[in-house]
């Protein structure tokens, strides 16, 4: 055995492989509109200005009282933003642009059957239906300053409805991704404390009317044995006035919201005016040990940060048309659907349905019939619409100025095509990194002001310095081609306020590992761990690896997944990859690559492996050759679109699958693994026996805790 094989390096250590990708430069048509295309904003962003420079974004709001302090830093790491002042988001989201564009659409709602007609909602219309619903929620519901209300709501308007009523009234709404089971459901009501449960009978999903109702019995039921007693489940129907769910109603606890709201027509409520520092919302995140996490955001330092990103990262204008193609059950969502872009007045377009209903050019037909001007996606959603409908973008009519990828790293050949075919050539591309946790972007490009480059997010944004750090808390420098663990220097205002009920673990989580002094008030001894790892090239751009798990040793190399995904997809014929380990008795883990290909090839199998070997040679090195290449007819995911590396982490290593009911796609679990691992006996690689170390390795391989 090798010395290699033996001792673990440490993160400095860690050499990344990759080629230097080229810079993309903005079109001068973009440039001339753009909102931020003055160099000083650079400086007057620097850490010399901090914190005072993030006045600029607070001054994006309307403030009811203005703020005595900037940061008080006085309780670390629990910051606090804009101390003194007051506001209130709904206000700013809705109220503050009735002077000028009443009649402006707010929101644009596309249903996914294309026989049902989109739903323009004014700034006007607006304010009355978060007003009427907000007096609901206050007289029917009871609900008061402060109290907790979760909502268990799909991409339909009643959903931004609803979290802008609650922002009226000061109560922090927790929102639960739809797609989530009724149990998951439960368990953040029961964290959370809430008492109103906010759903809906049913919505749009691949063509099928989704009964989602059973769902809140569910998520009650499960909210109880854990303690928590729902007073009333509020049902939004799809179509008012008809019910669309098996499930009957409880007599006395759920309530048809269209059969209440009647009764508070025209009603207006005032807002309740509240302190920056008050929380608005929680997001739950998951981890795979413990509870999920409800992220607090506050009200003030939130809203300050999504205005601010959005109009310089966004590019927002008021009279654009921008289609963020996310999921608002999502940090994503309610940063850039709801409250970046209404806070600047703009027209923001929801859509109900799955990307691909009922054919992938149905992207591009929203993006013509609606004139956007704006698209914001997942390399999820780029990677499918690639592979289902590649030549889809060209046959329609619509012009990007400017698009955003988010949520994983984009593999350089995925970035080109959403460029070059999505794009037309013509947009500029802002990749942003950034967490539920962080409220808004983290690292991106400047649109106007630095080019890009495939595959990496480009620098801090403004106001935000990251630093990479080994494992020891040393500075990995830039252009040092090492790979270390991506940290915030600084407090911003956009940064959750604790972990909702558990202040222990969100120190322990985001600041324990590189803090410098537990007593410090001086927040530079509090640096921000985001749980990724990163490389930054001697330009100062970051390149995310992934979640600091999501990283693969072979023989003492640590490899990015993404890396080895990145390299496979310049092979042609692929339109999907995911690398995992298998313990390995000589290297200590191997490599496998899984990999799905375009539509219509018939792969002559072998030819695949080969060619996927040599890119992962070329572009990475011998070392990283992977032991076996799977084709397989699609990936396992979760239903926001990640690759589920763990559960095919365990068929490579014919370990336990575990649970695989909250996957978006579980019938493709059982054919990849009785053809992988069928494969593998055929090829002499039988099981062989594992450590518990081992075995929890592989279970928790790619996820997020
Ligand atoms: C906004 C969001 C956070 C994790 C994050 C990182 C990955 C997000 C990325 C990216 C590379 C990007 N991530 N954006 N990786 N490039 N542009 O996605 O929040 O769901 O909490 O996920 O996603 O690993 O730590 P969330």
Not at 130 to 158: C, Y
Not at 273 to 287: I, K, Q, R, V
Not at 546 to 565: C, F, S
Request: with cysteine; glycine share 8%; proline share 7%.
């Amino acid at each position: 055995m090798t010395t290699e094989s033996v001792q673990q390096p440490s993160e400095a250590q860690i050499a990344v492989h990759w080629r230097e990708e080229e810079y993309f430069y903005p079109p001068a048509s973009f440039i001339a509109q753009a909102n931020g295309t003055d160099p000083g904003l650079f400086d007057r962003f620097s850490l010399e200005n901090f914190p005072e420079c993030f006045k600029e974004y607070a001054d994006l709001l309307d403030w009811d009282a203005y703020w005595h302090t900037t940061l008080d830093t006085s309780n670390p790491p629990f910051w606090k933003w804009f101390v003194g002042g007051r506001l209130n988001a709904c206000v700013n989201c809705v109220d503050r642009h009735l002077p000028s564009r009443a009649n402006q659409a707010a929101l644009i709602w596309v249903p996914e059957p294309e026989t049902e007609a989109t739903a323009a909602i004014t700034y006007r219309e607006l304010w009355r239906r978060v007003n009427e619903f907000a007096a609901l929620l206050k007289g029917f519901a009871g609900v008061e300053t402060g109290d907790r209300v979760t909502f268990h709501l799909p991409m339909v308007p009643e959903l931004p409805v609803s979290m802008l009523a609650c922002a009226r009234l000061g109560v922090i709404h927790s929102e639960v991704f739809g797609g989530f089971s009724g149990p998951a459901c439960g368990g953040r009501i029961a964290d959370s404390g809430s008492k109103i449960l906010v759903t809906i009978d049913g919505y749009y999903r691949g063509g099928e009317l989704i009964d989602h109702k059973a769902k809140a019995d569910e998520a009650v039921a499960t909210a109880r044995e854990q303690g928590v007693e729902i007073e009333k489940v509020l049902v939004w129907r799809r179509h008012p006035g008809v019910y669309s769910s098996k499930t009957p109603m409880v007599e006395g606890r759920d309530f048809f919201v269209d059969e209440i709201l009647p009764e508070y027509r025209d009603a207006l409520v005032d807002p309740v005016s509240m302190p920056a520092e008050a929380p608005l919302f929680l997001m739950y995140t998951s981890g795979t040990t413990g509870k999920p996490k409800g992220c607090q955001h506050s009200t003030g330092g939130y809203l300050a940060y999504v205005a601010g990103t959005s109009k310089y990262y966004q590019d927002i204008h008021p009279d654009d048309t921008y289609w963020c193609f996310a999921d608002i059950g999502w940090i994503t969502g309610h940063s850039y659907i709801v409250y970046g872009p209404l806070s600047l007045g703009t027209t923001s377009v929801m859509y109900e349905g799955a990307p691909t209903y009922p054919d992938p050019g149905r992207p591009w037909r929203i993006a013509e019939r609606l004139g956007v001007t704006t698209f914001h996606t997942a390399p999820t959603t780029i990677r499918m619409l690639r592979k289902l409908g590649p030549d889809e973008p060209a046959k329609y009519d619509y012009r990007f100025k400017h698009m955003t990828t988010v949520g994983e790293p984009i593999e350089p050949e995925v970035w080109r095509w959403y460029h070059q075919v999505v794009g037309k050539g013509q947009a500029v591309i802002v990749d942003t990194w950034w967490q539920t946790e962080n409220g808004g972007f983290l690292g991106s490009t400047m649109p106007a002001l630095q080019p890009m480059k495939p595959g990496s997010c480009g620098p801090g944004v403004l106001g935000i310095h990251p630093v990479i750090y080994d494992e020891n808390g040393e500075e990995v420098p830039a252009g040092s081609g090492k790979a270390g663990n991506i940290c915030i220097r600084n407090p911003w205002p956009g940064i959750f306020e604790t972990i909702w009920g558990q202040p222990e673990r969100f120190v322990q989580t985001y600041y324990a590992k590189y803090n410098r002094d537990p007593k410090s008030t001086d927040w530079l001894d509090w640096p921000y761990l985001a749980g990724d790892g990163a490389v930054q090239a001697a330009d100062g751009y970051f390149r995310i690896l992934g979640r600091v798990d999501d990283v693969i040793n072979v023989a003492g190399h640590r490899l990015g997944t993404k890396e080895l995904e990145s390299a496979t997809l310049t092979v042609e014929e692929i339109a999907e990859a995911a690398a995992v380990p298998v313990i390995d008795e000589l290297r200590g883990r191997a490599v496998e690559m899984y990999v799905a290909l375009k539509p219509g090839l018939t792969p002559a199998v072998d030819e695949i492996e080969a060619k996927v070997t040599a890119a992962i040679e070329r572009e990475i090195g011998k070392i990283a050759r992977p032991k076996n290449v799977w084709i397989v007819p699609d990936m396992p995911k979760t239903r926001s679109g990640k690759i589920m590396r763990r559960v095919i982490a365990a068929v490579s290593n014919f370990t336990d699958i575990g649970d695989v009911t909250t996957l978006a796609n579980p019938e493709i679990v059982e054919s990849i693994q009785h053809k992988v691992q069928a494969a593998k006996l055929e090829r002499g690689q039988s099981p062989i026996e594992l450590t518990p170390e081992q075995i929890a390795e592989i279970q928790a391989f790619g996820s997020v805790e």
